[in-house]
C-alpha cells in the first residue's frame, strides 16, 4: 500500500509570493491533517479535512487555507508569504471515522519550504 | 485541555544499553497516546499506540510504552539500543472531547553512541 505522498519535497519562494502544497493520503484514508515543523515551534497543528470539509482548526492566520478533493487529496495554500513562514510542513493521514482520536496519523515526508 | 511533556530534550545513550524516554500527559478524559519517530528529513513514523486496552505496548523496532494512569506517564523503553535507533522522538496525545486533534510534545533526540 503507498504511503501517504507529499509534493513538492522542496520550494524556495520570496516573501510576499504565496505557495500551494500537495498530499495524496493512503488509498481509504478520509481525514488529512496538515502541520507545521520548525526548530523553535517545533509541530503545529494547522488544520484537518474530512470529507471535503475542515474540520478541525488550528491557531494560524488566515493566510494558510486549505482544501480537499473528492478524492481525499488534500492542499494546504500560503498566501503573502513571510520570513517566518520557512518551514517543513507535514502531511498526514488516517481513517477518520469512527473512534478518530483512537487512530494513528500516518505521516508524509513532508515539504521544506524555504523563504527569501 | 489536551498536554504532552516530554522530560527529557536529549538523551544520550551507548549503543547496547537500555533506552527510556519520558513522557507526561495532561488530558481531561480517556486519552489515546502515541509514539512517533523522526529521521533527519523524514516524516514521522507510528511506533506504538495505546488505545485503553493493554498498558504494555509493544511497537515496532524492540520498543514497547507502559501506560500508568496514575503517574500520568506513557514512557517509551527499548531494552539494547541500536545505532540506527539515533533520531528525534515524539510523544502524542489525542482525545475524542477535544476534536481529535493530536497534540505532540517537543520531542526528544536521542544519540547513540557506539
Known amino acids: 500500500k503507498a504511503g501517504v505522498t507529499q509534493t513538492p519535497r522542496y520550494l524556495i519562494k520570496t516573501r510576499g509570493q504565496q505557495v500551494t502544497l500537495s498530499c495524496s493520503p493512503i488509498?481509504?484514508?478520509?481525514?488529512v491533517s496538515w502541520y507545521q515543523q520548525t526548530p523553535g515551534q517545533g509541530l503545529q497543528f494547522l488544520f484537518e479535512?474530512?470529507?471535503?470539509?475542515?474540520?478541525n482548526k488550528g491557531n494560524f492566520p488566515g493566510r494558510f487555507s486549505g482544501r480537499q478533493f473528492s478524492n481525499s487529496r488534500s492542499e494546504m495554500n500560503v498566501s503573502t508569504l513571510e520570513l517566518g513562514d520557512s518551514a517543513l510542513y507535514l502531511c498526514?493521514?488516517?481513517?477518520?471515522?469512527?473512534?478518530?482520536?483512537?487512530?494513528?496519523?500516518?505521516f508524509g515526508d513532508g515539504t521544506r519550504l524555504s523563504i527569501l | 485541555a489536551q498536554s504532552v511533556t516530554q522530560l527529557d530534550s536529549h538523551v544520550s545513550v551507548s549503543e547496547g544499553t537500555p533506552v527510556l524516554l519520558r513522557c507526561n500527559y495532561s488530558?481531561?478524559?480517556?486519552?489515546?497516546l502515541f509514539w512517533y519517530v523522526q529521521h533527519p528529513n523524514k516524516g514521522l513514523q507510528l511506533l506504538l499506540k495505546y488505545t485503553s486496552a493493554a498498558t504494555l505496548v509493544k511497537g515496532i523496532n524492540g520498543f514497547e510504552a507502559e501506560f500508568k494512569k496514575s503517574e500520568t506517564s506513557f514512557h517509551l523503553t527499548k531494552p539494547s539500543a541500536h545505532m540506527s535507533d539515533a533520531a528525534e522522538y515524539f510523544c502524542?496525545?489525542?482525545?475524542?472531547?477535544?476534536?481529535?486533534?493530536?497534540?505532540f510534545g517537543t520531542g526528544t533526540s536521542l544519540t547513540v553512541i557506539p
Open positions: 488530558s481531561s478524559y480517556s486519552p489515546s
Open positions: 488509498s481509504g484514508h478520509r481525514s
Open positions: 502524542v496525545v489525542s482525545a475524542l472531547s477535544t476534536g481529535n486533534q493530536f497534540y
Open positions: 498526514a493521514s488516517s481513517l477518520g471515522t469512527g473512534g478518530f482520536g483512537n487512530q494513528p496519523q500516518h
Open positions: 479535512y474530512f470529507s471535503e470539509t475542515q474540520r
